[in-house]
């Protein structure tokens, strides 16, 4: 599986972005996926996460204002991010195919893609 994101830029506090993360097999919905993000000089962190089953989880700094959705017919992975701060600047990636044998938990992870939020 690769995964190829898309959809990064800048934007001003308060604006929103999407991004997307087209993996290249069939996610097929057996996949937990995720997004993770990582700043400069600071630890990647996860953004949250949806399993096969379309449930969600967002580490608290996001809930309210991040969603994950996956549409699994396109083999994307999604992320709606809403009321973007400065804080929220970071490099994103999206992961698939939880296991703990792996950093950061997943196996698989794309190249990331920028987000720039200017205050």
């Known amino acids: 599986v690769q995964l190829v994101e898309t959809g990064g830029g800048s934007v001003q506090a308060g604006g929103s972005l999407r991004l997307s993360c087209a993996a290249s097999g069939s996610i097929g919905g057996l996949y937990s996926m995720a997004w993770f993000r990582q700043a400069p000089e600071k630890e990647r962190e996860g953004v949250g996460e949806i399993d096969h089953n379309g449930r969600t989880v967002y580490t608290d700094s996001v809930k309210g204002r991040f969603a994950i959705s996956r549409d699994n017919t396109k083999n994307t992975l999604y992320l709606e991010m809403s009321s973007l701060n400065p804080e929220d600047s970071a490099t994103y990636y999206c992961?698939?195919?939880?296991?703990?044998?792996?950093?950061?938990?997943?196996?698989?992870w794309g190249q990331g893609t920028q987000v720039t939020v200017s205050s």
């Open positions: 992961a698939a195919w939880k296991d703990s044998n792996y950093r950061w938990g997943f196996k698989y």
